[in-house]
């Protein structure tokens, strides 16, 4: 079933493995193309990891932007994509209602410490001074409860709020909001992404964190972002460190004692 939201086209699929793969597939589709599914067999997350994709609980949606990459400074701002989509994420949740949003560095959304959104950014160049960025976003919608592994660490819109939301309706808003942050990315509004983005996180100051990269672990207090999105940490031992890409977890008393 083909959907239109302006600027969006949708495609909606009842079973797909990733929508993110489907899209990358149709590499001739216009910017604002939509890929839909009420239920992924192989939905993915950062870091080759499983994203949960049980049948009609969750919005599992992968959003086609195709910006122009001509300006020097453009492919530095492709991270601020992530930031700008995690805004929408969560303003479209607190929208709803929803108490106790934040958003864990980069694009985690969280409720109350518990996982409802996840975001997979996936992009390559064309050659043609374009970037096909793939915005993957799963959202936690109806699910009345999580897998043992998640049981902890996840949470949705119905537990929550004590009812269902309607998939269609979320995805719309949520598609309507991204579509506005877009157009403040696309102007170089990057301080307005930025001060939204702050103002939803409770990670962009005085957290005390554990940073997981691929060979490497720290610790240290986050302090500010920089214009390009990346996480400024200060160190343990007193140093600086930016980072660009890797896992964050908020560090408590228990975990130093
Ligand atoms: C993460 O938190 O690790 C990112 C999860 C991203 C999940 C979404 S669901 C729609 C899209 N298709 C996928 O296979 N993954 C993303």
């Not at 493995?17 to 489907?22: C, Y």
């Amino acid at each position: 079933m083909i959907v239109h939201h302006p600027p969006f086209t949708i495609y909606q699929f009842a079973v797909l493995g990733s929508t993110n793969d489907v899209l990358k597939q149709m590499t001739e589709a216009p910017e604002f193309t939509c890929v839909v599914a009420g239920e992924q067999t192989a939905g993915r997350g950062r870091r080759d990891r499983v994203w949960h994709s049980s049948p009609g609980d969750g919005l599992y949606l992968s959003v086609l932007l195709r910006p122009a990459t001509t300006s020097a400074k453009a492919p530095a701002k492709i991270p601020l994509l992530s930031l700008m989509t995690a805004v929408a994420v969560a303003e479209t949740v607190r929208e709803r209602g929803v108490r106790g949003v934040d958003i864990k560095w980069p694009n985690d959304v969280l409720v109350n410490e518990r996982k409802l959104s996840g975001i997979l950014i996936e992009s390559g160049s064309t050659g043609a001074g374009e970037t096909r960025v793939i915005v993957g976003i799963g959202v936690n919608l109806n699910h009345p409860s999580f897998p043992e592994e998640l049981g902890q660490t996840a949470t949705s819109m119905k537990i929550e709020l004590g009812q269902a939301v309607a998939v269609d309706e979320f995805r719309n808003q949520l598609l309507s909001r991204l579509g506005r942050w877009y157009e403040h990315w696309k102007r170089g509004e990057d301080t307005a992404i930025l001060g939204r983005w702050r103002q939803l996180s409770s990670y962009a100051c005085g957290q005390r964190i554990i940073v997981t990269l691929d060979h490497e672990q720290f610790t240290g207090e986050t302090a500010g972002l920089t214009d390009d999105g990346a996480l400024l940490v200060r160190t343990a031992d007193g140093g600086w460190r930016t980072v660009l890409s890797g896992e964050v977890k908020r560090l408590r008393k228990s975990d130093v004692d």
